[in-house]
């Protein structure tokens, strides 16, 4: 029965790795951009989220719904004024510029808020759950969290399949040059793919605020867990970024199970089993 808790947290907790996995995904699909900046922005919208309930005394779920569109609108900024100069220098210029903005975020978040870790108190939200049996219960924040991810990748999937904006997103991702020769604006669409991927990453970083503490330094190892996620799902696609998320998350849990200092071990062995015997990932994916 413990390792039947252990299966369910690790699906539980895979969805907050596919739900940060998932802007990343979308972007390298997209754009062809590995966003080193990912897991740090994930903890900037959780500063500024305990900010705003700092400093206004809005509840939380108010300041989520603001948050959130908040950073889509910051993602269509940043792609259009510092990362569309970038990609036309190609692949190295604009892993130097995220990992750039990486820095510098990690650092304007050290001087503002200190090193001192945090947490968003979601209260009774955060620390409930619902027994199914006298040994396995399910989190509200954790079933939550996993059915955010589910409806984001499904909202993007039917965007990116069943809108006019989301068949040129696609067809901007195979051949940009094309695209902008029957009407797409390249420039507005990547703008567009960014506002996705920083709105999500946002509701990540939230989810993962009130789950657990963040300081500003905590941003790399979140991003570790949403690249392998992508990885092992399979590059440009987003069901199996949900599929990879789930795995890594099933492997860090039952690992625990076996020995807690297996935890994250065994998270980044199967991440290399899967670059060293199926590198195109689980779901071998399109372009976006």
Do not use: C
């Not at 995904?25 to 900010?51: E, K, P, Q, T």
């Not at 947490?119 to 969290?145: K, P, Q």
């Amino acid at each position: 029965m413990d390792f039947l808790n252990a299966l369910i947290q690790g699906l539980l907790i895979g969805g907050l790795y596919a739900l940060f996995a998932t802007g990343l995904s979308l972007m390298f699909g997209v754009m062809r951009i590995v966003n080193l900046a990912h897991g740090d922005l994930a903890v900037v919208a959780s500063f500024l989220a305990l900010a705003l309930i700092s400093g206004t005394g809005l509840p939380l779920w108010i300041v989520l719904l603001v948050t959130v569109p908040l950073f889509a609108l910051l993602g269509y900024l940043t792609q259009r004024v510092l990362l569309q100069k970038s990609l036309r220098s190609g692949p190295p210029a604009t892993l130097l510029v995220t990992f750039g903005l990486s820095i510098v975020l990690q650092n304007v978040l050290l001087e503002t808020f200190s090193a001192d870790t945090r947490t968003l108190d979601g209260g009774s939200f955060a620390t409930g759950s619902f027994e199914i049996t006298d040994s396995i219960s399910i989190g509200y924040l954790s079933l939550t969290t996993f059915v955010l991810a589910a409806l984001a990748l499904t909202g993007i999937q039917l965007f990116l399949s069943r809108t006019g904006l989301g068949r040129m997103l696609r067809a901007s991702s195979d051949d940009p040059e094309t695209a902008n020769l029957v009407g797409g604006d390249s420039r507005h669409i990547y703008g567009i793919a960014t506002a996705i991927a920083f709105a999500t990453v946002a509701l990540a970083g939230l989810m993962f605020a009130m789950r657990s503490s963040f300081d500003p330094s905590i941003g790399p190892s979140r991003l570790i867990f949403a690249f392998e996620a992508v990885v092992i799902g399979g590059l440009g696609s987003l069901w199996g970024t949900l599929l990879g998320g789930m795995i890594l998350g099933v492997t860090q849990s039952i690992g625990s199970e076996i020995d807690p200092a297996l935890t994250l071990l065994a998270g980044h062995l199967i991440f290399l089993a899967v670059l060293a015997f199926r590198p195109q990932g689980l779901i071998a994916g399109r372009k976006a």
